[in-house]
Nanobody, 126 residues
């Protein structure tokens, strides 16, 4: 069993930055690709970013490309999401998730992830 705990959310103004953290325990976290997803009120969950288990590749949604950066520190069992130039449309609950299978590529699809954190709220005011 794996547990994921997100942190770092908060209330910021447009143009500000935040760094989200996803801390893992209970499994060999560094063998699994990890994704960040978000869900705004009244909307479906959407993909934000993903990182390969070895950190050799990353994927981003078009809406965050150039503003967000995903990274990982396998020694700390932690994945980060650096969010710069935040916009009001980035307001959502952000979730991290670990891929279902070890040594898999970074996926953009929620169905490929089986362990999810509880989420952290990010609110961006205009």
């Amino acid at each position: 069993q794996v547990q994921l705990v997100e942190s770092g959310g908060g209330l910021v103004q447009a143009g500000d930055s935040l760094r989200l953290s996803c801390a893992a325990s209970g499994r060999t976290f560094n063998s699994y690709s990890v994704g960040w997803f978000r869900q705004a009120p009244g909307k479906e969950r959407e993909f934000v970013a993903a990182i390969h288990w070895a950190g050799v590749s990353t994927n981003y949604a078009d809406s965050v490309k150039g503003r967000f950066t995903i990274s990982r520190d396998n020694a700390k069992n932690t994945v980060y999401l650096q969010m710069n130039n935040l916009k009001p449309e980035d307001t959502a609950v952000y979730y991290c998730a670990a891929n279902r299978y070890p040594y898999s590529s970074a996926s953009n699809y929620g169905r490929d992830y089986d362990y999810w954190g509880q989420g952290t709220q990010v609110t961006v005011s205009s």
